[in-house]
């Protein structure tokens, strides 16, 4: 199997394999050596499983080979984070103090994605219980971006965004309970898909389970759009789950975007964005412009920064899945996750209940907002790259762990559906993410008006780096 295996974009290797060009036995046994090579560098992967993944894959290229029904990622490599179950694989969510615990189910996405035909590698690092934008943890230690080896790839999703950007597999399926997803798309250069909120279903039940989402991470929006279309879909293990037809995101891909009105905005209102982050958005503003939208520029679209509110949901709920571990096994924990699940656990609950009644209104400001917008966009970090170790940006050291992003988690908040694609190079020739975000339920635009994008810019779906 040569490199060129790589540089293919899902859809097309699924169709090869269709066509009997490509075994899927070959193209698993490159995704499983690759994955395996690149440990000692990009450190992308917790367990891998070539055993389980070796006897999917000959069993896939069976079904080929006797002309039985293909399912649509019939074939595929992918991966799963360690923040979601795979049945009878170690289940750690990033975590020392969780090292030995074995998940008993497949979570939804993972079953799907199986049924669908694509073949699963392993399970990708997480920094710890998803705390952290950025890709390191006690237990898996530093995750590396293929870009460049000094900076870290993003987190939450830091394993299946390295490995996706280096071309092991084409893509990988992700969490997002504060841009999880969206981060590390945008410091590697991908695409990714945070669909409405329950559209995925989440199970077993995640520790912040009003704010977490599973989405695709891939080279490029149509892929994305694939694994998206097998993945979503209502499923009643999951309270949030959305009932009715997802929809056609794999339509959209081709959809015309003149006439939609988007919202630009490069703060939100509140954030600090670096000027090499800000040029490559202006700059996608005008892309779009120029594809027919209606953009205008809006400098606040929030009337403060709700970094709070998601701060108190999010760090109180994995505080209290991990009350017992921060009490007697604080050493265990990631010193700077630790130290905001005691401050997230500190809070009395007339504090927090004001909290989340705040978030409804909040949730309800943003609605009327997008009664005048099809889209909102915006960068989705402020920085192009950070350091691998670092948690904060050194010149954003007064924010928290994960409010110096800024951009994402308001719609983690809101649980409306959000994509982001590469809209340029930054400083140091490092990627700029753009977000997208929609109408709730509004899966449809934010995916066309993605695919649009890409269609004109280009910005690449081949792997950044040969490891």
Request: proline letters at 7%; aromatic letters at 6%.
């Amino acid at each position: 199997m040569s490199a060129e295996f790589d540089a293919m974009s899902a859809i097309e290797l699924r169709q090869k394999i269709a066509r009997k060009e490509l075994s899927p036995v070959e193209v698993t046994r490159r995704a499983l050596e690759r994955a395996e090579a690149s440990q000692s560098t990009l450190n992308a992967f917790f367990v891998l499983l070539p055993e389980a993944a070796m006897a999917a894959a000959r069993e896939a290229e069976d079904a080929v080979m006797q002309g039985k029904p293909l399912g649509s990622l019939h074939g595929i490599p992918f991966s799963a984070k360690d923040l979601m179950a795979v049945a009878n694989v170690p289940y750690a969510s990033g975590s020392r103090a969780m090292a030995n615990n074995i998940a008993a189910v497949d979570a939804p996405a993972v079953e799907r994605g199986k049924a669908a035909g694509a073949i699963l590698i392993g399970k990708s690092t997480t920094s710890e219980f998803g705390c952290k934008p950025v890709g390191d943890s006690p237990l898996t230690g530093i995750t590396r971006n293929p870009r460049n080896l000094n900076k870290t790839p993003g987190g939450s999703s830091a394993g299946a965004a390295a490995s996706v950007a280096a071309g092991i597999t084409p893509f990988a399926l992700g969490t997002d309970g504060g841009g999880s997803i969206r981060i590390p798309c945008s410091l590697t250069g991908l695409a990714g898909i945070k669909g409405h909120f329950g559209r995925v279903p989440v199970w077993p039940t995640s520790a912040t389970p009003t704010l977490a989402h599973v989405g695709p991470i891939a080279r490029n929006m149509e892929d994305a759009a694939l694994l998206f279309s097998a993945i979503a879909g209502y499923d009643g293990r999951d309270p949030f789950s959305v009932v009715g037809p997802v929809p056609d995101v794999l339509a959209a891909t081709r959809a015309p975007v003149a006439g939609m009105r988007v919202a630009l905005s490069l703060t939100l209102g509140y954030a600090r964005p670096d000027a090499d982050v800000v040029a490559v958005i202006e700059k996608a503003g005008k892309t779009l412009e120029d594809l027919g939208c209606i953009v205008e520029t809006v400098d606040t679209v929030f009337e403060k920064d709700p970094a709070d509110l998601w701060t108190a949901e999010f760090y109180a709920g994995v505080g209290t899945r991990l009350r017992g571990v921060v009490a007697t096994q604080r050493d265990l924990l990631d010193p700077a996750v630790a130290e905001i699940l005691e401050a997230a656990l500190a809070q009395n609950m007339r504090d927090y209940y004001e909290k989340v009644f705040e978030r409804y209104v909040f949730r309800e400001k943003v609605r009327t907002f997008f009664e005048h917008y099809d889209a909102l966009v915006s960068p989705v970090v402020p920085v192009s790259s950070l350091d691998v170790g670092v948690n904060i940006p050194p010149h954003l050291i007064d924010r928290n762990l994960v409010s110096w992003v800024y951009y994402t988690y308001p719609f983690n908040l809101t649980g409306q559906p959000a994509t982001t694609i590469c809209a340029g190079l930054g400083d140091g020739g490092m990627p700029v993410g753009l977000q997208i975000v929609g109408r709730s339920l509004g899966e449809f635009d934010v995916v066309r008006l993605a695919c649009a994008f890409e269609r004109v810019t280009v910005p690449g779906t081949a792997p950044v780096r040969q490891i």
